[in-house]
């Protein structure tokens, strides 16, 4: 398993929950990490069931969320599912803004999420 | 853009790499906390200044280090001033496609100058493209949670 610097992943009941070390995800050097991160673990681990719980994300850029969007590529590419949960109100005014909140399906909570798969 | 009494003002000149601005950025953020600007329009603040920074490191000097971007915060009892300047050819800010087109919202880039122009209460480059002077109301767009000076 490779080493993660910007994602803490676990298993609940099959799902793979990560969450993110970072609480501004602006820096490009870091959400390039970021995306590698992420895409190994569809790619390389084969997880099919994604939960990304934003709690500790207080401001994200858009270079991030398009890391977002090429993970849910391939999270389909791949036949699996990824909900987004805890997005916290200014953040999703950005998934708002950009219409992302009609390509991602973004759930309250952990549990919501968790109970979608 | 508008005539103000700026008390706080910061310039610099940074090299192309996308940490160099963080210091002044928090600055700024930290001077509209002061002056008691509440949490959203420094979110908004915050976020836009990141995109036009990271737009003039990456999309305008190319991250060539031998370019610079310079750039000036203002800070005026209801108003932000931000300008920014990169050394790139410039580009046409019209000839960026709508990330919110349907044939476009799968596209992994494209959505900064956006999100700019929805935070920041008015934004302006000049004819080359290579210099952005954006401002931020207090308060605006129309928000109740901001209208009022936040208790210290």
């Given amino acids: ?117 | 853009m508008t005539q103000e009494q700026w008390f706080w003002t910061s310039s610099a000149r940074i090299p192309s790499e996308t940490q160099a601005g963080y210091p002044f950025v928090q600055q700024l953020l930290d001077q509209m906390k002061q002056n008691q600007w509440c949490e959203r329009d420094i979110f908004g603040v915050h976020l836009a200044v990141e995109e036009a920074l990271v737009n003039a490191i990456k999309h305008g000097n190319g991250y060539d280090a031998d370019k610079l971007v310079e750039f000036t915060f203002q800070l005026s009892d209801d108003c932000v001033r931000v300008a920014i300047t990169d050394e790139g050819a410039g580009f046409a800010p019209g000839d960026v496609p709508d990330p919110t087109d349907d044939d476009n919202l799968e596209l992994p880039s494209g959505r900064g100058i956006m999100l700019m122009r929805n935070f920041m209460s008015n934004i302006e480059y000049n004819d080359r493209g290579n210099h952005v002077v954006m401002e931020k109301r207090r308060g605006q767009p129309d928000d109740e949670q901001c209208n009022s000076k936040t208790s210290a």
């Fill in chain 1, 1 to 117: 398993m490779a080493e993660r610097h910007r994602l803490e992943v676990s298993e609940v009941g099959g799902v793979t929950v990560i969450r993110f070390t970072d609480k501004k995800i602006l820096d490009e050097a870091n959400i390039q990490e970021l995306g590698q991160e992420l895409f190994g673990l569809v790619e390389e681990e084969n997880r099919k069931s994604l939960c990304l719980n934003f709690t500790n994300v207080d401001l994200l850029s858009s270079a991030a969320l398009g890391k977002l969007i090429t993970l849910d590529k391939k999270v389909k590419a791949h036949g699996g599912k990824l909900k987004l949960c805890n997005i916290r109100p200014q953040i999703y005014q950005v998934f708002v803004i950009t219409r992302l909140h009609k390509l991602f399906d973004i759930k309250n909570d952990e549990a919501e999420a968790l109970a979608a798969f």
